[in-house]
């Protein structure tokens, strides 16, 4: 989904990147939210990937990450699902093209076979800078990414 990995630029439209540097919102308290990216993202595996996440996580709250550390992300991850919130709408990170939020995992019934029963359900929501992505692209991204999230051995079709 390349056009999830762009950004919109006054000067040229839009510019597309060979690699995935996302951003992951991360709540400082009373000092707002800071977004250190975790760069290369398409080249790590999972755990390496939870690992530098961890990382950089720890020194944002304690106020020692370096402007290289929150610079030049291509795409974010907002996630107050921790927070117990739901669903909500995220804005985008100015120049990048979206913003994907993550809700709280709740039970929800839901109908299989006729029968009512409990599923565990997260809602995401992806915002968009329709300059560059706009309903239909958007709609087959965050359904792979329902699809991955809901069978998440795909995960291993990437070498995750």
Same mark, same amino acid.
């Given at each position: 989904?390349?056009?999830?990995?762009?950004?919109?630029?006054?000067?040229?439209?839009?510019?597309?990147?060979?690699?995935?540097?996302?951003?992951?919102?991360?709540? =400082?308290?009373?000092?707002?939210?800071?977004?250190?990216?975790?760069?290369?993202?398409?080249?790590?595996?999972?755990?390496?990937?939870?690992?530098?996440?961890?990382?950089?996580?720890?020194? %944002?709250?304690? /106020?020692?990450?370096?402007?290289?550390?929150?610079?030049? /992300?291509?795409?974010?991850?907002?996630?107050? /699902?921790?927070? /117990?919130?739901?669903?909500?709408?995220?804005?985008?990170?100015?120049?990048? %093209?979206?913003?994907?939020?993550?809700?709280?995992?709740?039970?929800?019934?839901?109908?299989?076979?006729?029968?009512?029963?409990?599923?565990?359900?997260?809602?995401?929501?992806?915002?968009?800078?329709?300059?560059?992505?706009?309903?239909?692209?958007?709609?087959?991204?965050?359904?792979?990414?329902?699809?991955?999230?809901?069978?998440?051995?795909? =995960?291993?079709?990437?070498?995750?």
């Amino acid at each position: 989904f390349p056009d999830v990995n762009s950004q919109w630029m006054d000067e040229e439209g839009i510019r597309s990147f060979r690699h995935a540097h996302v951003g992951v919102a991360v709540d =400082l308290g009373d000092e707002g939210l800071i977004v250190p990216v975790i760069r290369v993202a398409e080249s790590k595996g999972l755990f390496s990937i939870a690992a530098e996440l961890g990382r950089l996580v720890a020194l %944002a709250r304690e /106020g020692k990450l370096a402007p290289n550390d929150f610079r030049g /992300g291509t795409f974010t991850i907002s996630n107050l /699902g921790l927070l /117990g919130v739901e669903t909500f709408n995220p804005l985008v990170n100015p120049p990048e %093209a979206a913003i994907l939020a993550i809700g709280a995992v709740t039970p929800t019934p839901f109908i299989s076979d006729g029968e009512l029963r409990e599923q565990q359900i997260t809602r995401l929501a992806l915002t968009t800078d329709h300059r560059i992505l706009d309903g239909a692209p958007s709609a087959r991204f965050l359904a792979r990414v329902r699809d991955i999230m809901e069978r998440p051995l795909l =995960l291993l079709e990437y070498g995750l």
